[in-house]
């Protein structure tokens, strides 16, 4: 049986750390469940994964974001990054500056992924 | 009280501080006797599907699984957990605040 996949886009960047865990916490809940999570980081969401970002982000009594985060990466979940949200931003912000595990992609890979993914859920 | 009378192998006295006031595994309504017992109280979503899978992988196929949680996410959670993944929900039952599982690991 093939897994059944679950794209999970996160647009929302870190002014709003309310909106940040969601996506994690289910893609790591995809994979006890056999399904194939893949993360998405567009628009403002790229700042999520620039290094060092994460690490100010704590809610609640949740572990921080980047625990989070590294957790995610060593459940091999992958995590993508739309490369043109790095030009929208006029920073000059370069592959490297991005934490590890995850990969730049472009529009067509984002295409691509929804039609392929049974469901997908925007954050 | 009519716990302490129970001789079965889950009335192990470490086991039972793990289970709270009940003897769990004995009071259940089930010929079925759980190959393991997890207790997943305290936890919250997402902890007890990721701690039951956890478990649910060191079993042997056909063999069940008696979790324990008092999250109110868990009912669902976990019919929908054992849905996506094969394995089977022979029963909840539900006493005072704690959810009981019964789950058959998929052959």
């Known amino acids: ?123 | 009280m009519k716990e302490k009378q129970c001789k079965c192998p889950y009335c192990e006295p470490s086991l039972k501080d793990n289970l709270g006031e009940f003897c769990t595994p004995c009071s259940i309504d089930s010929k079925i006797k759980p190959d393991e017992v997890l207790d997943c109280t305290g936890l919250y979503c997402p902890a007890p599907v990721f701690e039951t899978r956890k478990k649910i992988d060191s079993l042997k196929p056909n063999q069940t699984l008696l979790m324990l949680a008092d999250d109110p996410a868990s009912e669902e959670d976990i019919k929908a957990w054992a849905k996506r993944t094969g394995n089977e929900l022979i029963s909840i039952e539900k006493e005072k605040d704690i959810f009981k599982f019964l789950i058959k690991k998929l052959p």
């Open chain 1, 1 to 123: 049986m093939t897994k059944k996949k679950i794209l999970y886009v996160q647009t929302s960047g870190i002014n709003t750390p309310q909106r940040l865990y969601s996506p994690f916490i289910l893609a790591q809940t995809a994979i006890a469940m056999d399904i194939e999570p893949t993360l998405y980081f567009l628009g403002e969401g790229i700042s999520v994964v620039i290094k060092g970002n994460a690490e100010k982000i704590k809610m609640g009594n949740f572990p921080s974001l980047k625990e989070v985060m590294e957790k995610t990466a060593e459940m091999g979940i992958k995590m993508l990054i739309c490369q043109q949200s790095m030009q929208v931003f006029g920073q000059d912000i370069r592959p490297e500056d991005f934490v590890e595990n995850s990969k730049v992609v472009g529009a067509a890979t984002l295409n691509d992924l929804v039609l392929d993914a049974d469901g997908t859920m925007w954050f």
